[in-house]
């Protein structure tokens, strides 16, 4: 049977828990990434993405990309990865975004499409943004893959990020995979129980009364964990263990990510 | 000694929904005690409210000689001592596991009740090991299995070591090693201080895990005695949908009579 929208974007997300597990995996293995402390690895990156949004010159965002690609190298995170699942991605939003200022930007002129001219000011602009995007996100999900989820919330709590909005982070990554796998339930049920084909206004109908039930679902079992959490002390200021400690090599990459950070700002004015 | 929860006359509602009507019983320090009714009789509520999680629209609950009420609760001193005493594993353990890993989750009950660090450590590594869930320590509960799950529930409670241990429906959706290892767990417990009431309709195993029984029906209690006195009062089970009719033939003669289902036996 043919899925409709919903049931593809549900299933979509459960193969984002398929890949979920698969990050904690790289998360596991040895590599450059990954002996660091994962506040040095959130605070380098972090750096390096600012770096990147304020390099204004090509090669400087080129020489970031290139060294992206060396940090996935040495973390052993596959190149195969990066492209299927960030670069392509990417490419894909930020090239219809970029497309415009192909003609869009005042300049001298390299080719003309009917009433379009392609300007070489144009390619470039559009051609910065495209790299400085890919470079910007491949930082980001070097740190999703080679940290495990819950060292990234302990680093963003070592980072002093409120207590409260880490709280919330945990439990909607626990809980979002939870109900979609309860909604990727609920389809296959429905499916089991349909035969043939829905006409349109039907199936807009069973969607809209899925997403009712599910949503009440939601809302129950939010109180149910309240209740939970309150049954085991809580009383609205959530403790938790932050036993992170820093060694000389984490201190050595924290100056590696600092100098390249600063070195790229300088040079990409 | 005076008992240690007393309700008197209790009625509780969801929105409309009578859920407890006029309920009263009283609960001895060190008692095991099994709730046993059909789907819908209260169980679940009965437990909530003795874990003070909602309260009383009439009737009082007395903890210890101390009124639960949400008043009482709001009082950081008696709402601490009062979790560090009591803790209620839910019927479903995904409820219960809201942290990223294995670890905090365990962690999560001492750290709210502010234990020092390294008393943290130790108790939640003790704990782990206990429950024979070492190895799932830092393992996230989205890859845990129904059974996995149900022994880092019954983990997270069990690590701040409390005095009265609520139980909703613990052996459900068990496999039966899983089911005899809770069982075992709650076995141990018997002669102990620790007053262990545990909420289940199969009757196949409160002779293994309480003394007393209280059978719900309808928001109130229908019965109160021994496991044994219990299993034998058919008509009780069979009015509290506890058991139903079962009908087969000998030879040619067809009969009917109380039919109780049980994976480790079957009661005829």
């Given at each position: 049977m043919k899925r409709g929208f919903l049931e593809a974007t549900t299933m979509g997300f459960a193969r984002a828990l398929t890949r979920a597990m698969l990050s904690e995996q790289i998360a596991r293995q040895r590599g450059l990434l990954q002996s660091l402390d994962p506040r040095v690895r959130l605070f380098g990156l972090f750096l390096l993405v600012l770096a990147v949004t304020l390099s204004r010159k090509m090669t400087v965002v080129a020489a970031l990309f290139a060294l992206a690609l060396a940090i996935a190298l040495l973390s052993r995170v596959r190149i195969a990865t990066l492209a299927t699942r960030v670069w392509l991605v990417v490419l894909a939003f930020t090239g219809v975004i970029a497309f415009p200022a192909i003609f869009v930007t005042?300049?001298?002129?390299?080719a003309v499409l009917g009433p379009l001219t392609i300007t070489e000011q144009g390619l470039r602009t559009a051609a910065l943004l495209i790299l400085r995007v890919e470079a910007a996100v491949t930082f980001t999900t070097l740190l999703v893959l080679c940290t495990q989820w819950t060292h990234v919330l302990k680093a963003l709590r070592a980072l002093r990020l409120p207590k409260e909005a880490i709280t919330m982070l945990a439990m909607t990554h626990r809980y979002v995979f939870l109900l979609v796998e309860t909604a990727s339930q609920m389809f296959e049920s429905r499916r089991s129980r349909t035969v043939g084909l829905l006409k349109p206004a039907e199936q807009r109908h069973m969607a809209a009364r899925t997403a009712g039930v599910l949503l009440s679902k939601s809302v129950s079992l939010s109180n149910e964990v309240y209740l939970a959490m309150q049954s085991r002390g809580f009383r609205g200021d959530v403790q938790v263990l932050s036993d992170f400690r820093l060694t000389m090599w984490d201190y050595c990459g924290l100056l590696l990510f600092l100098l390249a950070g600063a070195i790229a700002v300088w040079m990409g004015r | 000694m005076p008992p240690l929860f007393e309700l008197r006359d209790v009625c509780f509602n969801y929105d409309d929904i009578p859920?407890?009507?006029?309920l009263s019983l009283a609960i001895a320090q060190g008692e095991r005690v099994a709730l046993v009714g059909a789907n819908g009789s209260g169980k679940s509520t009965l437990l909530r409210l003795l874990d003070a999680l909602c309260f009383a629209s009439q009737g009082s609950v007395n903890f210890d000689g101390h009124p639960l009420t949400a008043e009482y609760l709001a009082d950081d001193q008696f709402a601490f001592a009062f979790r560090r005493r009591v803790a209620l594993v839910f019927q479903n353990p995904d409820v219960q596991?809201?942290?990223?890993?294995v670890f905090d989750e365990v962690a999560f009950a001492p750290l709210q009740l502010q234990w020092p660090k390294e008393q943290v450590l130790a108790r939640v590594s003790a704990t782990l090991e206990l429950m024979g869930i070492a190895h799932l320590?830092?393992?996230?509960?989205?890859?845990?299995?129904g059974g996995e799950k149900k022994r880092v529930a019954l983990a997270s409670v069990l690590v701040i070591d409390p005095d009265v241990l609520l139980l909703d429906?613990?052996?459900?959706?068990?496999d039966p090693r899983s089911q005899s290892h809770v069982i075992d767990l709650i076995q141990e417990?018997?002669?102990?201080s620790k007053t262990v009431i545990t909420a289940t309709h199969?009757?196949?195993i409160v002779e293994d895990i309480a003394d007393r029984v209280l059978v719900l029906e309808a928001g109130t209690v229908a019965a109160s005695g021994t496991p044994a006195e219990i299993l034998a009062n058919h008509d009780l089970l069979l009015r509290a949908n506890l058991v139903h009719a079962h009908r087969h033939s000998h030879g040619g003669v067809v009969h009917s009579h109380p039919h109780i289902h049980s994976h480790s036996k079957h009661e005829h």
């Open positions: 005042p300049g001298h002129p390299v | 859920a407890l009507r006029g596991l809201f942290n990223p890993t320590r830092d393992r996230p509960p989205y890859r845990l299995s429906e613990p052996t459900a959706t068990l417990w018997k002669g102990s199969q009757l196949e």
